[in-house]
């Protein structure tokens, strides 16, 4: 049964208020690793020894935003793409930064068809950028960082014939 919002004993938080929080929240995590204002376009890689790397790519930058793409070097057999991996757009003027796609190849309209309802819409933005805060805090929680971030290539050894043969 629904509790009566005058009932509950803290105010209860909408689902854009959540959202902007988290994406509030996704920027100062990623702020915590690449100075989003200064860092030149590239490829960054973070290792902390546990054989798993993280790759920050800076794809672009325009007046307001910068474009990111963050995965692992991992590859998906299937796509040859890396998996997981998700692509962001950070909004400098009001420090927010969101997931735009979990999946290379796969916006919204893909997953949600050409005409979604808003609550669908919402939905979906709410589950990916949930999925990214709850990624990033766990990458922190290993140690991936500024600290650890340096530049570096795409990974190339990584292929889809060494993933099935593996």
Known sequence: MRQNRVDLPFPAIGRFAWLMGLYAENFERIAR??????????HYVSTVGDGLDIHL????RHA????LRLSYAMVDPLTGAPDPSAALRAYLDSRQAEATHCYVGRHWQDVLGLRPSPQAMMGHRLRMNSFLSKWLGY???LGHGAGSLQPGAPPQSITRASMTNA
Do not use: K
């Open 57 to 60: 790519e800076i794809v672009a």
């Open 139 to 141: 990458l922190e929680a």
């Open 64 to 67: 307001h935003t910068v474009e």
């Open 33 to 42: 690793w690449v100075d989003l204002r200064t860092a030149p376009l590239g």
